[in-house]
């Protein structure tokens, strides 16, 4: 299982909502973690590598890998926050951080997978909203992400994180392109692995009926 | 939005056929056959190229040479008569030989960004002999034996954005003459078409040597090119709630444009009476041995009776907004095929009215992905109420309400119909079961006792994630959800292929089961080279 793999965008978020499913994720939620992937491959960031190393940590163990919410501080009852879920929450609080509100979480896994929901609430809602936590600093703006360092936003764990709104964001704005995304195969295949698991083992009764095809398909 | 009405519709202007060849004919394209090295085998491959206002597109078809006991149109066949690729541009040898070595493959096989679609298709082993038999031998296939199968050969899969390593919906979604729902894979299916023709006359004169000849080119267009389409298909207008409001509005107002005329003038009016005329042939062509169909056949055709003798005399389009009084005479008097092959016939006439909706069918998908948390709970419940009351009132413990699972098969990878009672499998449920989990999301709305926000809702309740998204949708977009429990035991699968496939441009519905459905594409219509000129 070595060399490249390149898939394309919506190979990526089909193989993503498959996969996310398979790891324990509800349907809405796995959505979620497809449209993520794929939204962060298209601007050249690691989406599907680092949906991978979530759904290896996470697995059968979703629900506690979800924010608590307490207020403004945001945790979970296992080691880290889920991204995908922590993202999601966040989307769903949007109008309330655009209105000045903060939310503190931490620590949480592959933070840029976060990055995705910010983005979208901010075009949505025609606003700028900032993630910061140590060397973690990136603003999710209508027009896209914008950051100065984009190793440091590849982190697989950051310990706290600051979502606020943003006034000023500066730094390198990216713009999405519709190009296909290498990865390793070996990653790909684990992606696979997990989405496997949402596929139904075939039986006698399914080969027979499942597609409905009994007739001879000639003419 | 119920099945029934659905799993009647008939292809119109705005179908996606239509409006690829409206487009390439006006923008004045260009086409040629730009290689053809097929064996006396008929093994090889050939090239066939368009080229438009700013860019260029070709279909690298692969002939191959199959033998009969491997011929299959199911999607686990592993073998095809002809495989085909439509490329970005117009491919170089190097771009050839690679999607020599994978597009025979299919999904077994690898494509680039350079790939907008990717098809295969079998012959119909019948129709394919006796015409190069015929034309071997000099003479012109018999036209019945022609209208019998209507094709060639059908494709068994079009795949497109981004399936299998092919170029992404995104790549070309700004393009004008790709914006449209499904054109890269409508201009794959029209020129496979062509290549069907020239590989039936290659094969003739490989046989016939001096003595064949070319088909008649009025017999030329009566082959379309065949599809067989089966449950993969069914999921797609569930999945994509946003693009199916736009297809249905824009089909809904072309409608009402044409009810709110104040008259008919005579164009129009011949127009229709033409329409109707090829359409009462169309339908005498129509054959299906299912019987589900047979009877909607038999109405339909006594609804052209009706249909005829009603438009026969001048003075029913006299009256003020006649084409509102025909379409509300036909709502008492017609079968629901018979109503819907209307909306073709009072579109047909009105193209300066209604073309310009063909632009309207494309979706941002990403624009209603996002969920609006701030709403309250009671919104939430009251879209429930308002837009999903068919689903809240059903009993979902009732065996026949929840008879069906839609589940993804670990053999294929296609998504497929199991029996609740008697399969196993029910575990691995995909969320198609629109109406049951609304009633479900419905049933927690009523017992929140949390924040009455959206959010706090879906906090607690992620499995209801999928539900408040389609919920929300279906508040923004009229046409979004599909009104009919599709877990139900009474569910013909084959409607939602039939409206999909209408709006593809496709006719001659045939249902094999009630679950995949035999069609024809392009009969009738006009080859490449009869509408676009050579390359200058």
Known sequence: MVGDWRVSLAEIDAMGRKAARGAGFSWGMAEEAGRAARWLAAYRLPGPEALVAVLNQVDAAVPEHAPRIDDDVWYCNAEALCPIASGAALSDRAEAIVQGGSFRLGPVIWPVLVVPFLCRAARDLDCAMTLSGGDFLIHATREGPVARDWWAVTMPLSRELLVTRTMESPGELRRPGPDAHVLPVALWRRLDHFAQRTYAPATEASRRAGAGAGLIDRD | ?536
């Not at chain 2, 009105?350 to 309207?360: E, I, K, N, R, T």
């Not at chain 2, 609740?420 to 009523?446: C, F, I, K, N, W």
């Open chain 2, 1 to 536: 939005m119920r099945l029934a009405r659905m799993g009647s519709f008939h292809p119109t202007r705005l179908s996606f056929m239509q409006s690829l060849l409206r487009r390439l004919a006006r923008e004045a394209w260009r086409f040629e056959r730009g290689c053809w090295e097929i064996d006396d085998k008929g093994v090889g491959h050939a090239v066939y190229s368009v080229r438009g206002p700013a860019r260029a597109y070709s279909l690298v078809c692969f002939a191959h040479d199959l033998p009969d006991e491997m011929r299959s149109d199911r999607v686990i066949a592993t073998a095809w008569d002809a495989t085909f690729a439509l490329f970005d541009g117009v491919p170089t040898q190097n771009d050839i030989d690679r999607l020599a070595r994978n597009v025979p493959k299919q999904e077994a096989g690898r494509v680039s960004d350079d790939e907008l679609s990717l098809s295969r298709a079998n012959r119909s082993v019948r129709l394919f002999e006796y015409v190069v038999g015929c034309l071997a031998e000099g003479r012109q296939p018999d036209r019945a034996e022609i209208d019998a199968v209507g094709y060639l050969m059908r494709t068994t899969a079009v795949y497109g954005s981004g399936k299998f390593g092919a170029a992404d919906r995104v790549k070309i979604a700004g393009r004008p003459e790709l914006k449209g729902p499904f054109q890269a894979e409508m201009l794959s299916v029209w020129l496979t078409r062509s290549f069907t023709l020239d590989l039936v006359e290659h094969m003739a004169r490989v046989r016939g040597g001096a003595q064949a000849v070319a088909i008649d080119p009025v017999l030329r267009r009566r082959f379309g090119v065949g599809n067989s389409t089966g449950l993969g298909m069914a999921p797609f207008l569930i999945n994509h709630p946003v693009l199916l409001n736009n297809w249905i509005m824009a089909r809904e107002e072309a409608l009402a444009r044409v009810r709110t005329l104040a008259g008919a003038d005579r164009d129009n009016v011949a127009g229709f009476r033409a329409a109707l005329a090829r359409a009462t042939e169309n339908v005498e062509l129509w054959q299906s041995e299912h019987p589900v169909q047979k009877q909607k056949l038999a109405g339909l055709r006594k609804d052209l009776d009706t249909l005829t003798v009603r438009c026969g005399a001048d003075a029913s389009f006299t009256k003020p907004q006649p084409w509102n009084a025909l379409w509300l005479w036909a709502e008492g008097a017609l079968s629901l095929e018979g109503q819907e092959l209307l909306v073709s016939l009072l579109l047909e006439p009105q193209g300066d009215l209604v073309d310009d909706l063909a632009d309207c069918m494309d979706a941002d998908e990403d624009a209603a992905f996002r969920i609006d948390g701030s709403m309250t709970t009671p919104a939430l419940r009251g879209i429930l109420a308002e837009l999903f009351d068919w689903a809240l009132a059903v009993d979902y413990d009732a065996a026949p309400n929840c008879a069906r699972f839609w589940y993804v098969s670990e053999e294929k990878l296609e998504p497929r119909l199991g029996e609740r009672v008697s399969e196993e499998g029910a575990e691995y449920e995909q969320p198609l079961s629109t109406g049951r989990d609304s009633a479900q999301m419905a049933a927690d709305l009523d017992d929140w006792q949390g924040e009455l926000s959206v959010a706090a809702f879906l906090l607690a309740h992620p499995e209801h994630r999928h539900t408040a998204r389609r919920a929300q949708i279906a508040a923004r977009y009229p046409y979004a959800e599909i009104r009919d429990n599709l877990i139900s035991s009474d569910l013909m699968p084959i409607d939602l292929l039939r409206c999909k496939l209408s709006f593809f441009g496709a006719d001659r519905f045939d249902p094999r089961s009630d679950r995949w459905v035999r069609i024809c594409m392009y009969r009738d219509a006009p080859f490449p080279h009869e509408i676009l000129q050579a390359p200058q």
